[in-house]
């Protein structure tokens, strides 16, 4: 499924092509749409995919229109995606007019497949320090007037509710789970629009979520279990870690002390968190010479993070810390480690540093799951977490137990 030979865009688009198992994209629309991209140009990037976002949008209103529900969501679904992917590489600070605008789209399309999903899809708010933070909960239809085992999803850096939704729920709502998605602080709608920026102590994020989850009469609080994908396999656990409520945790991978594998010489390292953030800098400037790091680091990092430099980046990710927080995570967890993901190195530190039962589940090339986050084999991972799950849980069939 190679569309670009651009690394960049090659590594976007491939957001859109690991959902066509799961009706988010076609790759018919997606080879089509990357027709009319030209090399490096982010502004025919938005263009195209923002015309292609359009067009399969206004086809599921026309279905919409005349009754025909399963049509129309499908193709809001698709929309959902492609408006999402045409702001992915406008992403930094100050944030462009373009990446607000195609979000609220993407917002819009979602909320009209909602209204139309095969299950329960509902957008909620969840009360946090003063505001609140944009949720979705999807339920199975067995959930109705029934408490159901739940599964609240954490994101990372670049996500949103809208693309956990294909992650998390949709296969938790077919194994009779409720699903709670969230974006916390620099992430989707609570970065875009409510300019929160990310926090280490994501316990105090994680808190007010799992008051709101208990206080659904659709989810059981005794059988919550918290999973967190990319950057969500650091800021689930050390959620977790100031929660006992939570019955169990997956980390999607498993990240310890994500500023050790930084690629900076020791002598660097161990001036941390007191170092001049311009020595930083002059090191990393190499950094933005790669397109694909430039993006993650220097427009998606800074952003997210509130920051005007890598130095200060560095910095800040020394706060960053499961060392001193994962021997409070005292339910079964589910460490995730993949051959094929860097993010992934640290997977067994955090399992020795664990404080209560712990399991390691590797994923290797040969299991065909290569990606971040398992993303070219999410039904392996599903099956292998999923199951797990059911036992931890003590979950039965439909979600029953």
Not at 146 to 160: C, E, K, M, W
Not at 175 to 180: Q, S, V, W
Not at 207 to 218: F, K, L, M, Q, T
Request: aromatic share 8%.
């Amino acid at each position: 499924m190679h569309l670009f030979d651009d690394p960049l865009f090659q590594m976007h688009a491939e957001r859109a092509l690991t959902l066509i198992g799961r009706g988010g994209a076609e790759y018919g629309e997606c080879v089509t749409t990357a027709g009319h991209i030209r090399a490096g140009d982010r502004d025919s990037w938005y263009r195209a995919w923002s015309a292609t976002a359009s067009r399969v949008a206004a086809a599921a209103e026309q279905s919409a229109a005349q009754g025909h529900r399963v049509s129309a969501a499908d193709g809001f679904w698709r929309a959902t995606t492609y408006n999402r992917m045409s702001y992915q590489p406008l992403f930094g600070s100050p944030v462009d007019p373009r990446l607000e605008a195609a979000f609220k789209r993407e917002r819009d399309c979602f909320g009209r497949y909602a209204a139309l999903a095969p299950h329960p899809v509902e957008l909620v708010e969840v009360p946090f320090e003063g505001a609140t933070l944009p949720g979705c909960l999807c339920l199975p239809d067995s959930a109705r007037g029934h408490a159901r085992p739940t599964l609240v999803g954490v994101n990372g850096y670049d996500s949103n509710i809208h693309e956990m939704y294909w992650a998390h729920a949709l296969p938790a709502v077919r194994r009779g789970y409720a699903c709670l998605l969230v974006d916390g602080p620099g992430q989707g709608r609570a970065l875009v629009q409510q300019g929160l920026r990310m926090r280490p102590d994501w316990e105090t994020v994680l808190r007010p979520v799992i008051d709101y989850a208990s206080g659904r009469p659709e989810i059981d609080a005794e059988r919550i279990a918290v999973m967190g994908w990319s950057f969500g396999g650091y800021l689930a656990p050390r959620g977790v870690s100031g929660d006992q409520r939570v019955a169990a945790l997956i980390a999607d991978p498993g990240l310890f002390d994500p500023v050790d594998v930084l690629p900076l010489p020791p002598e660097l390292k161990e001036q941390l968190p007191d170092i001049d953030p311009e020595v930083l800098d002059a090191y990393l400037a190499p950094v933005a010479d790669d397109p694909v790091m430039r993006w993650r680091l220097v427009q998606r990092a800074l952003w997210v993070h509130g920051l005007d430099s890598l130095g200060a980046y560095v910095i800040e990710m020394d706060r960053y810390r499961l060392s001193g927080a994962a021997g409070r995570i005292t339910c079964p967890t589910l460490v995730v480690a993949n051959d094929d993901d860097p993010l992934a190195a640290q997977a067994e530190l955090l399992l020795d540093a664990l404080g209560g039962p712990r399991t390691l589940v590797r994923f290797r090339a040969e299991d065909g799951a290569k990606g971040h986050c398992q993303a070219w084999n999410r039904s392996l991972f599903d099956q292998r977490a999923f199951d797990w799950l059911d036992a931890t849980l003590r979950v039965g069939r439909h979600g029953e137990g």
